[in-house]
């Protein structure tokens, strides 16, 4: 083989925007992004563990800022992400997790899903009662 | 054969993940929505918060949530880079695990320093 050929560099496809072109790829970045507005609520909640530790007039300042309707609208957005986290989590599970076989048959995709998704809603659900209730 | 640290940064990243669908929905309505809109008046009054911030469940609450999600998503945004072409070194690593990291540390100091 001549020199000449050995140089010569191919098409390379470029990779840009390839998450694009599929729907699926589109709903996976989706997926990825929401670790974008988890990382935003920790940090809210960090702020005020902070301001806490400040002690009163810091803390008061905390919330104060949370009642603004910037924060409800971040909260608002907060709100949408954290249930697409769940549901996409809960989605991609049953490619996650080990196979689990019961009685011989592995357990559907659809039942695994689906079972995340109750537990995760009794869960929500459990918090926000258990709130109201010990709540003074 | 050096073992692997990947395990460690996929579990936390499991259990953040975990935490956040099991109960994330209903944190951020409670803290960031019916709290401060008067749906739960005075639920994060600061001697409520205090009171919980000093319990040892409520201190373990409080950090569970903050450093896990903060571990979960700092993995999670490092694998994504990667699909964007930006390819994991050790700058990368650190500029997406040491936010993690330090969050980490501030929520222990200042759970620490809130007392028992």
Redesign the interface.
Known sequence: MSSEASRRRGYIRS??GW?RRDPFFVRY?AR?????L??A??????V???R??QG?AA??AW?DA??TPW??A???L??VV??Y??WS??LIMPK?MPLMFVEGGKVPAAVITGA?LV??AV???A??VA??LF?? | MKRSNQPIYWSLF?A???L??????????????????GV?P?????P???AF?RNGIGKLF?FL??SL??W???H??F??LH?L?VHGGTLTKLLCYG?ALA?TV??T???L??GF
């Open positions: 990779m840009d998450w970045m990825e992004a929401t670790a974008l988890v990382v609520y920790a940090v809210v909640l960090l005020g563990l902070i806490l530790a009163e803390y008061n919330l949370l009642s924060s409800l971040l909260h608002a907060l709100l954290f249930v986290h769940t989590w809960f996650t995340g537990v995760a869960c929500c659900l918090l926000v709130v109201k709540a003074p | 499991g953040g993940g975990m956040a669908a099991l109960i994330g929905p209903a944190l951020v309505f409670i803290t960031g929505i019916a709290a401060p809109a739960l005075g639920l994060m009054s600061y409520n918060a205090l911030a409080l949530v903050v999600f903060l979960h998503a700092a999670r945004i694998h994504s699909d072409g936010p969050g501030a929520a100091v200042a759970l320093a809130l």
